[in-house]
Structures are given as structure tokens and as C-alpha cells.
């Protein structure tokens, strides 16, 4: 997770615009290879679409070869009332910049069948091969779209309730009137947010602060369900110091720091190069969307860590037992058994301190210290004295010397700062 935190509204905002100025121009889409970006409404966004606006005129940045997906919509209001997230994002933006309309996607809260309305949304952005950016904001509750508390952490576009709060919230647009809100909306789903390349929020004001605490500061969770961001593995939040009240100030200096590193090293910019450029360009493949599914970063930017998988006989290895679930437990309580035992599917296990890679890469492989910290049982039983028993074992990590790692990390700063 990036938090970056600017001293107000304008400076987040453009700081948000700039941003997606970048990803568009690095990303140079053609009519083949379009940029799918995923968009809020709300007041949050509206001085990123001024922003993006000004970028457009001033020649900087062309919306022709961008398709859109924003995130929701009423059900039942007009498609030409003036608060219809539709007649929001023309007005804030669409007319005033290149996109083509047919380009344009937004939900139909008026569709005869909104549940077939809510599933031809999800073929239509994976037909687009999936969204490449998706910009959020985030509601009071924490909702992001309109997921509201208890949403299901993998939703998908679907018909949602509003809760009380977001219609007492949102009935500022509608002149006061809680009566005047709709009372449902079509959404896209917590995983829908999830599955695009990249999820940028931007969270502004005070009213916001409680939310964005819960959402960094703790845990997954579905009642704060822009938390869920924290299985991303490519989540940016954007927010500027109102929206930080509610966090330690120890949590706001971190992400500070953090930011401030990177610049010193020579850059801002932590997406992998294989998710700035379109396909096609250097010969950059065409990439599966992100998943949340772990040891699947395609970052590009981490060490590797091999987990090789399922044990099987090899010449030598170090089998790591003990209480492996335990937070604590220390990494000298690897155990080397042997010199051979036999596990329950007869296959004999001998040992040695040193591993070998059965990975193919051509990188040095030692035990990882960390584990023992794996809690990835393999049904082997095997009794620490060599003797068939139940004692849990668990997967080999191997992980490339502290050497090897300091290079990789010299290439990485070279890669990104290219
Ligand atoms: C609505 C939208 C959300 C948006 C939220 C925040 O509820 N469905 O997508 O994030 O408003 O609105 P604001 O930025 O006006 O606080």
C-alpha cells in the first residue's frame, strides 16, 4: 500500500491527475492496445477531472484511445437528471475532453433487467481485457463504489441498498431532501475494484478521516470495505492531511518516509514497467490481470523466493519442523532430520545444510531463515527421531544469499529509474 499524503485538497488532487497523465503517456494506447481506466464520482474527483481537463488543452495528454468504466449508478433516476452519476461525468469531463463516446461505460440504473445489466458490465470490461487504473473515492462509512458496510469482499457488479448514512450523506445533492436519493444503486463489485491492474483512492476532508484510519491502520474488513485494498498488490491512496486526523502520527510519518526514500533513490514511480507500458512495446507481453492470490506480484520489483512444491526426493535438502503458526518462533528451531527418513508416501528424505534449486535459476539458493514461518503442511509424517509419527512438516523456502538479494536491488533501482 502507498498512502501519499499532500497538504490539501488541490495538491492531492493534482498530484491524483498528474498521475493518471503519466500512466496514459507511458502507456501510449493505440486503437488495439487501449487503456482501460476505471472511474468515481462524487465531490472527491472533481478537481482530478478539472485537472485532467487542463491536461487535455494543454496538449499533454489525449483521452482518444482511453475507454471508461465508471463505478456506479442509481437505480431509477433519470439518465438526464442532474444528479445521474451519467450526467456528472459528462459534464465534469467527458464532453470537455477527446474520449469517444462509444468508449464510454456507464451502468444503466434505468435497465429493464438490472441483474442482466450487472453481468454484461462484468463481459464488457473483461472483453476490454480488464481495467488497467482504477480511480476511487471513498464514501464517510468506507464503502468504495457503492459497497457499502458488509459487502461481500468478492462482489461482483451487482443491484445494492444503500445504507441510511450514504443516503442521509449523499441527499446534500439532491438539495436536502433524504426523500429525493434513491434508495439503490448498480455498483461494481469489491472484486471487480480488486482484479483491475492498479486501484488509486483518493480520500479528502475531516468527514473522510475515521474511514481512511480504518482502512490503513487496521485490518481487512468488510464493514470498511476500502480496506480490501490491502489485498491489492498495486493500491495507491491519495489524501491530504484533513483525511489524516484520525491516524497516528506515527502511521502518517511512515508512509512520509517511505515516500521520501524512494525520491532520494531516484524514483516516485513503484508499478513494474510490465503494467506501465501496453503491450506490445519492447516487446512487453500481454499480461493476466492482477489477482490477489498470493506469490502471484507481478511487481517485478521483489526478490524471488522459491517455494518448491510437492517435497519430493532430492539429493539434499533441509525438511523445517517445529511450531511453525507460532508468530515468535525462532528460526533456529529448524530441525535437520535424518541422515534419511521416510515419509508417508515412501519417499526417502536425506539431508544436507545446503540446498539445491530445483527452480532452474541460475541464482545460489539457501534455506530462508523465515521459513519455519510457513505454515504449509505437506503430509509427510515423520517423527523428529527418523520414525513415522505425525509431526507437522513443511514446505522448502529457498531464498537467494544477502548478496544476491543487494545486487537484484541495485538492478531494480536501475529499472525503475530508467
Ligand atoms: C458516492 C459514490 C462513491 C463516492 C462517494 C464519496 O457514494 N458512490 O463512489 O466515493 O460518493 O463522495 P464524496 O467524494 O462526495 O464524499
Same mark, same amino acid.
Given at each position: 500500500?502507498?498512502?501519499?499524503?499532500? #497538504?490539501?485538497e488541490?495538491?492531492?488532487?493534482?498530484?491524483?491527475?498528474?498521475?493518471v497523465?503519466?500512466?496514459?503517456?507511458?502507456?501510449a494506447?493505440?486503437?488495439?492496445?487501449?487503456?482501460?481506466?476505471?472511474?468515481?464520482?462524487?465531490?472527491?474527483?472533481l478537481?482530478?477531472?478539472?485537472?485532467?481537463?487542463?491536461a487535455?488543452?494543454?496538449?499533454?495528454?489525449?483521452?482518444?484511445?482511453?475507454?471508461?468504466?465508471?463505478?456506479?449508478?442509481?437505480v431509477?433516476?433519470?439518465?438526464?437528471?442532474?444528479?445521474?452519476?451519467?450526467?456528472?461525468?459528462w459534464?465534469?469531463?467527458?464532453?470537455?475532453?477527446?474520449?469517444?463516446?462509444?468508449?464510454?461505460?456507464?451502468?444503466?440504473?434505468?435497465?429493464?433487467?438490472?441483474?442482466?445489466?450487472?453481468?454484461?458490465?462484468? &463481459?464488457?470490461?473483461?472483453?476490454?481485457?480488464?481495467i488497467?487504473?482504477?480511480?476511487?473515492?471513498?464514501?464517510?462509512?468506507?464503502?468504495?463504489?457503492?459497497?457499502?458496510?458488509?459487502?461481500?469482499? !468478492?462482489?461482483?457488479?451487482?443491484?445494492?441498498?444503500?445504507?441510511?448514512?450514504?443516503i442521509?450523506?449523499?441527499?446534500?445533492?439532491?438539495?436536502? #431532501?433524504? +426523500?429525493a436519493?434513491?434508495?439503490?444503486?448498480?455498483?461494481?463489485?469489491?472484486?471487480?475494484?480488486?482484479?483491475?491492474?492498479?486501484?488509486?483512492?483518493?480520500?479528502?476532508?475531516?468527514?473522510?478521516?475515521?474511514?481512511?484510519?480504518?482502512?490503513?491502520e +487496521?485490518?481487512?474488513?468488510?464493514m470498511?470495505?476500502?480496506?480490501s485494498?490491502?489485498?491489492?498488490?498495486?493500491?495507491?491512496?491519495?489524501?491530504?492531511?484533513d483525511?489524516?486526523?484520525?491516524?497516528?502520527?506515527?502511521?502518517?510519518?511512515?508512509?512520509?518516509s517511505?515516500?521520501? !526514500?524512494?525520491?532520494?533513490?531516484?524514483?516516485?514511480?513503484?508499478?513494474?514497467?510490465?503494467l506501465?507500458q501496453?503491450?506490445?512495446?519492447?516487446?512487453?507481453?500481454?499480461?493476466?490481470?492482477?489477482?490477489?492470490?498470493?506469490?502471484?506480484?507481478?511487481?517485478g520489483?521483489t526478490?524471488?523466493?522459491?517455494?518448491?512444491?510437492?517435497?519430493?526426493?532430492?539429493?539434499?535438502?533441509?525438511l523445517?519442523n517445529?511450531?511453525?503458526?507460532?508468530?515468535?518462533?525462532s528460526?533456529?528451531?529448524?530441525?535437520?532430520?535424518?541422515?534419511?527418513?521416510?515419509?508417508?508416501?515412501?519417499e526417502?528424505?536425506?539431508?544436507?545444510?545446503?540446498?539445491?534449486? #530445483?527452480?532452474?535459476?541460475?541464482?545460489?539458493?539457501?534455506?530462508?531463515?523465515?521459513?519455519?514461518?510457513?505454515?504449509?503442511?505437506v503430509?509427510? #509424517?515423520?517423527a523428529?527421531?527418523?520414525?513415522?509419527?505425525?509431526?507437522p512438516?513443511?514446505?522448502?523456502?529457498?531464498?537467494p544469499?544477502?548478496?544476491?538479494?543487494?545486487? &537484484?536491488?541495485?538492478r531494480?533501482?536501475?529499472?525503475?529509474?530508467?
Open positions: 500500500m502507498r498512502l501519499i499524503v499532500r #497538504d490539501d488541490e495538491q492531492a488532487s493534482s498530484f491524483v491527475a498528474e498521475y497523465v503519466d500512466r496514459i503517456r507511458t502507456f494506447p493505440t486503437s488495439e492496445h487501449p487503456f482501460v481506466l476505471g472511474l468515481p464520482t462524487g465531490s472527491s474527483p478537481n482530478v477531472y478539472a485537472h485532467l481537463v487542463r487535455y488543452r494543454q496538449k499533454r495528454v489525449s483521452f482518444a484511445h482511453v475507454i471508461t468504466f465508471n463505478m456506479d449508478e442509481y431509477g433516476l433519470a439518465r438526464d437528471h442532474p444528479e445521474s452519476y451519467h450526467t456528472f461525468m459534464s465534469n469531463f467527458f464532453s470537455h475532453v477527446d474520449i469517444r463516446p462509444e468508449n464510454v461505460h456507464l451502468l444503466n440504473g434505468n435497465a429493464p433487467d438490472l441483474e442482466a445489466e450487472c453481468a454484461h458490465y462484468e &463481459q464488457t470490461i473483461r472483453g476490454c481485457g480488464g488497467d487504473l482504477f480511480l476511487a473515492g471513498i464514501g464517510e462509512d468506507g464503502h468504495i463504489a457503492f459497497n457499502e458496510p458488509g459487502s461481500s469482499l !468478492v462482489s461482483r457488479t451487482r443491484v445494492k441498498t444503500l445504507a441510511y448514512d450514504t442521509r450523506v449523499n441527499s446534500r445533492f439532491f438539495g436536502g #431532501d433524504i +426523500e436519493v434513491p434508495r439503490c444503486a448498480l455498483t461494481v463489485g469489491v472484486q471487480t475494484v480488486l482484479d483491475a491492474r492498479e486501484v488509486v483512492a483518493i480520500v479528502l476532508g475531516p468527514r473522510k478521516a475515521l474511514a481512511l484510519q480504518k482502512c490503513i +487496521e485490518g481487512v474488513n468488510h470498511w470495505t476500502l480496506s485494498l490491502q489485498l491489492h498488490p498495486h493500491p495507491m491512496v491519495v489524501c491530504d492531511e483525511a489524516t486526523q484520525e491516524l497516528r502520527v506515527k502511521t502518517v510519518k511512515y508512509f512520509k517511505i515516500e521520501q !526514500v524512494a525520491c532520494s533513490q531516484g524514483f516516485e514511480q513503484t508499478l513494474p514497467t510490465s506501465r501496453r503491450p506490445g512495446i519492447c516487446g512487453n507481453p500481454i499480461l493476466p490481470k492482477a489477482s490477489t492470490t498470493l506469490g502471484t506480484s507481478t511487481t520489483m526478490t524471488p523466493l522459491v517455494i518448491p512444491s510437492p517435497i519430493k526426493p532430492s539429493p539434499s535438502f533441509i523445517v517445529g511450531a511453525p503458526d507460532t508468530p515468535d518462533a528460526p533456529t528451531t529448524a530441525t535437520k532430520i535424518g541422515p534419511s527418513a521416510v515419509t508417508s508416501m515412501g526417502t528424505i536425506t539431508t544436507s545444510s545446503r540446498m539445491t534449486a #530445483d527452480s532452474g535459476s541460475d541464482l545460489d539458493l539457501i534455506p530462508d531463515r523465515m521459513g519455519n514461518r510457513i505454515s504449509v503442511p503430509g509427510a #509424517d515423520i523428529s527421531d527418523g520414525k513415522l509419527g505425525v509431526v512438516v513443511y514446505r522448502r523456502r529457498l531464498t544469499t544477502p548478496e544476491q538479494q543487494q545486487l &537484484q536491488h541495485q531494480n533501482l536501475g529499472r525503475v529509474g530508467a
